[in-house]
């Protein structure tokens, strides 16, 4: 089956870190540019980062950068995020999504992160 | 940045009616624009891309146009289910921005 499975959401402290995995299956995940949109709650969608098929360009939104870093590994056809310094403005359902060049045409369900004390 | 708006933010309609949808991008985008839809509690779904091309398994009711900075959705006869949310996105300039949403109601 064609799927993205998002993991390691959950409830951190602000200036905490956590770490999102999202597993691709049923397709050749190292042949597409991989991209995370996040949506607060109630709110609309916001693209926060994507990689290259190959890892090696990368790219963030400008609220994110330096204190998210986007990776991938081909081998276990997986995707990652790793967010560090957390805010409150960062609570938001995160998810992976496969970049077809044209739209992103295949998401996952989400994992939730939240950021509170 | 390219700011997208969508209008309206709320579209109340009934079931067989037509929707229009509008989309705005604050430059030029040519024809980089995807719609999504959203439903409660699900992942978006990819609509239309290039502005008018429908994605794989999009019913033919769903129909998109538009180039440069004005875009629209239409949906020609709406169905029961069609009552969500719906995102347009530019592609064009990085980076990629959402416009906030159109909620169709009945």
């Known amino acids: 089956e064609v799927q993205l499975v998002e993991s390691g959401g959950g409830l951190v402290q602000p200036g905490g870190s956590l770490r999102l995995s999202c597993a691709a299956s049923?397709?050749?995940?190292?042949?597409?540019?991989m991209t995370w949109v996040r949506q607060a709650p109630g709110k609309g969608l916001e693209w926060v980062a994507n990689i290259k098929h190959d890892g090696s360009e990368k790219y963030y939104v400008a609220s994110v950068k330096g204190r998210f870093t986007i990776s991938r590994d081909n081998a276990k056809n997986s995707l990652y995020v790793q967010m560090n310094s957390l805010r409150a403005e960062d609570t938001a359902v995160y998810y992976c999504?496969?970049?077809?060049?044209?739209?992103?045409?295949?998401w996952g369900r989400g994992t939730l992160v939240t950021v509170s004390s | 940045e390219i700011v997208v708006t969508q209008s309206p933010a709320t579209l109340s309609l009934s079931p067989g009616e037509r929707a229009t949808l509008s989309c705005r991008a604050s430059q030029n985008v040519n024809s980089s624009l995807a719609w999504y839809q959203q439903k409660p509690g699900q992942a978006p779904r990819l609509l239309i891309y290039?502005?008018?091309n429908r994605a794989t398994g999009i019913p033919a009711r769903f129909s998109g146009s538009g180039s440069g900075t004005d875009f629209t959705l239409t949906i020609s006869s709406l169905e029961p289910e069609d009552f969500v949310v719906y995102y347009c996105?530019?592609?064009?300039?990085?980076?990629?921005?959402f416009g906030q949403g159109t909620k169709l109601e009945i």
């Open positions: 049923g397709f050749s995940f190292d042949t597409f540019w």
């Open positions: 996105q530019q592609r064009s300039v990085w980076p990629p921005t």
């Open positions: 290039g502005a008018s």
């Open positions: 999504a496969r970049d077809r060049g044209r739209g992103y045409d295949l």
